[in-house]
């Protein structure tokens, strides 16, 4: 099925059969309070009014057989695939591998790493483990869509700034058509989130097209 997004700077236009939902990071870790956000400062319910219009959008993805990819950020328990920089930078209150109240801050198997229940993956739905910010970094992402023929993505998830866009960027380099989800994305900072987003369609869609949620629910109508 081919369908087309009201979008900015003009309109999305995809293959169903070609095009992936990708769902950054959308962990307790970053979401709820406790977590690797917060220790860095941040108000973390900047993040929590993603949840219902990412929810409504996972929903229709499902319905229409879409290829649906969730990402998590986080680290081995030994840290080894932790760089130095990435530990040590800051000052957190608590540094990643710590302690919190979630389990060890953003660390494989402990309960703040995971997904949110609101948006839990279903068992046959791939969730890729990465260490960095970008989802293709150091991950099997781009195999995984390369097998299902997958050269389009629409992207959400957290945070706009960080980690969505450095997979957009990723994917816009490895050749993806990306449409980001502009109330499907959040940020802890509303300019950045502004910002990050202006980049992504600036320059004629020099990284892609933006559209709220509403649209792209609309074209899979
Ligand atoms: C951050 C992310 N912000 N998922 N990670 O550290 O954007």
Redesign the pocket.
């Known amino acids: 099925m081919n369908a087309s997004v009201e979008a900015e700077p003009y309109p999305y236009r995809f293959d169903l059969a070609t095009t992936a939902l990708l769902i950054?990071?959308m962990q307790r870790d970053?979401v709820e309070p406790g977590g690797?956000?917060e220790t860095l400062g941040n108000d973390v319910s900047m993040l929590r009014r993603v949840i219902a219009p990412l929810r409504e959008v996972l929903d229709a993805a499902r319905a229409a057989g879409m290829l649906v990819v969730h990402t998590r950020?986080g680290h081995e328990p030994d840290l080894s695939d932790c760089p130095p920089a990435k530990l040590t930078r800051g000052e957190p209150s608590l540094r990643i591998g710590d302690p919190g109240p979630k389990g060890r801050i953003l660390i494989r198997g402990e309960y703040g790493h995971d997904i949110i229940d609101e948006l839990k993956p279903l068992p046959d739905e791939t969730v890729i483990d990465k260490p960095g910010?970008g989802s293709f970094y150091a991950t099997g992402l781009q195999d995984l869509l390369t097998a299902h023929g997958i050269t389009s993505l629409v992207v959400t998830g957290?945070?706009t700034e960080?980690?969505?866009h450095t997979t957009v960027r990723e994917a816009n380099d490895r050749g993806y058509e990306c449409l980001v989800l502009s109330d499907c994305v959040g940020s802890y900072f509303q300019e950045f989130q502004d910002a990050g987003l202006a980049m992504i369609s600036a320059q004629g869609g020099i990284f892609g097209w933006t559209a709220p949620a509403k649209q792209f629910l609309e074209a899979l109508r």
């Open positions: 950054i990071d970053f690797f956000g950020e910010k957290v945070t960080v980690c969505v």
